[in-house]
C-alpha cells in the first residue's frame, strides 16, 4: 500500500453503544491532534438515522469537526465489503462494556487479518480471544484516548505490526476472508445463519490452546438476545 496515500480505517458492525464508537471518535480526534490527519475512519454496518445513538455520533463529529474524516456508509454488498478490506490499513474496534451486555469474539479482527490488515480492539472483551496484543494488532482501554490513538500511530505510521504476521493468525484458527464475510456483516444474526454455519463449522483445533474454529460463534450468540437458549440448542446437536 502507498505509505503516502490517506490512511484508510476501517470498523464493521452494527452502530451500537457497546462498540465503542464514541470513544473511538474522540481518540481519532487525538490522533488527528497529535500525529496525523490523513486518514478517513470508514463506518460499515447498519443504523437507523433516527436512532438516539447515532445522532450522537453526529453531534459529536460535528462539535470535533471530524465530518470530513468520519464516514458512515451503511451496511454494504459482501463484494464491496471485501473491497473496504482490502483497501484498509487498520481496523479499528474497541468495545466497550454496558450493564450486561458484553462484545463476544469478534470474527470482523480475523476478517481482517486474513486480509492483512492489523487490528486495536478492547480489553476486557472478546477481542482478546482474536487479537495478539503486539503481534497481530493490539489491546486498550477504550476510554483511554491517548493511548488508543499512540496504538493508530503505531500502526498506521510506524508499521509496527507486519501484515504476513495477521495472515498467518488468521490461517492458524482456520480463518479465511471468505468464511465469515457473511456472518460479520450482519447487524443480528439469524437462527438459521448461525445453524448453517454451526452444521459446516470446521473441526480442526486451533494452535491456541483452549480455542476452536467453532468457539467464536457460540461466544458471539451469547451476546445476542435469545443467543444463550439457541446456542444450548446446537451444543446439544453438536
Do not use: H
Amino acid at each position: 500500500k502507498n505509505s503516502s496515500a490517506v490512511k484508510q480505517i476501517l470498523f464493521v458492525g452494527a452502530i451500537k453503544r457497546r462498540k465503542g464508537l464514541k470513544e473511538v471518535i474522540q481518540a481519532l480526534k487525538f490522533y488527528q491532534d497529535n500525529f496525523s490527519g490523513n486518514f478517513v475512519f470508514n463506518i460499515v454496518g447498519d443504523y437507523n438515522i433516527k436512532d438516539p445513538y447515532y445522532l450522537q455520533l453526529k453531534e459529536l463529529i460535528n462539535f470535533l469537526q471530524l465530518d470530513s474524516k468520519v464516514i458512515f456508509k451503511n451496511k454494504v454488498a459482501d463484494s464491496i465489503l471485501r473491497d473496504f478490506y482490502a483497501q484498509a490499513d487498520l481496523f479499528l474496534m474497541t468495545p466497550i462494556k454496558e450493564g450486561s451486555n458484553f462484545e463476544g469474539f469478534g470474527l470482523v479482527y480475523l476478517e481482517a487479518n486474513a486480509c492483512g490488515v492489523p487490528c486495536v480492539g478492547s480489553k476486557n472483551s472478546g477481542a482478546e480471544e482474536a487479537v495478539l496484543d503486539g503481534q497481530t494488532g493490539y489491546l486498550v482501554d477504550p476510554t483511554l484516548v491517548q493511548d488508543v490513538a499512540t496504538k493508530i500511530d503505531l500502526i498506521l505510521n510506524k508499521q509496527t505490526i507486519n501484515p504476513e504476521a495477521c495472515i498467518d493468525w488468521a490461517k492458524q484458527n482456520g480463518v479465511g476472508f471468505s468464511e465469515f464475510i457473511t456472518l460479520g456483516n450482519k447487524a443480528v444474526l439469524s437462527e438459521n445463519d448461525i445453524l448453517r454455519y454451526w452444521l459446516n463449522r470446521p473441526k480442526k483445533q486451533s494452535s491456541r490452546k483452549g480455542f476452536s474454529n467453532y468457539r467464536p460463534v457460540g461466544i458471539y450468540l451469547e451476546s445476542l438476545e435469545g443467543g444463550k437458549d439457541f446456542l444450548k440448542l446446537i451444543s446439544e446437536d453438536g
